[in-house]
């Protein structure tokens, strides 16, 4: 489950799995504000313009793109989650490293950062080497009772 669900994304992420087909992103940062802070931004834009927030720049890092949510309904327990699946960044790091702070999903709704909506915010305290590096998305990245 999220560490952070962003405040525009409540109530909306079930909608963007269902409606969304391959929109969903991953983007690791290197230095993040308070969860409490964070959960506010709006956009990719207004979050990577605050001076605590850094995106990573490891060796061979790019942002995971063109993802496919999926949904499961527990009719026993009368919830619902989202869930993606794992992303891997082959030879991460070597020759630039970072240590990581978080993974936020996101949801592309157009081609730019301001356009593009933070769903959620997870732990993610790992630090590049060159080995690969693989995200283990939390099994329902987002839930609603």
């Known amino acids: 489950m999220a560490d952070v669900i962003f405040n525009t994304a409540r109530g909306r992420v079930r909608e963007k799995v269902i409606n969304g087909g391959a929109n969903f992103g991953i983007m690791l940062l290197k230095t993040a504000e ?8 709006a ?27 999926t949904q499961t309904v527990n009719n026993t327990n009368e919830t619902a989650s989202a869930d993606l699946g794992d992303q891997t960044w082959t030879t991460a790091g070597g020759t630039t490293d970072n240590t990581l702070v978080k993974l936020i999903v996101f949801f592309q709704e157009s081609a730019s ?33």
């Open 34 to 41: 308070a969860d409490a802070t964070l959960r506010d931004y």
């Open 113 to 145: 950062d301001a356009g593009r909506v933070p769903l959620t915010a997870h732990d993610f305290a790992i630090t590049t080497n060159g080995n690969d590096l693989t995200a283990q998305i939390p099994s329902g990245f987002y839930g609603s009772s």
């Open 43 to 69: 956009d990719l834009s207004a979050m990577l313009a605050a001076a605590g927030n850094v995106e990573a720049d490891f060796t061979n890092y790019a942002r995971k793109t063109g993802l496919t949510g």
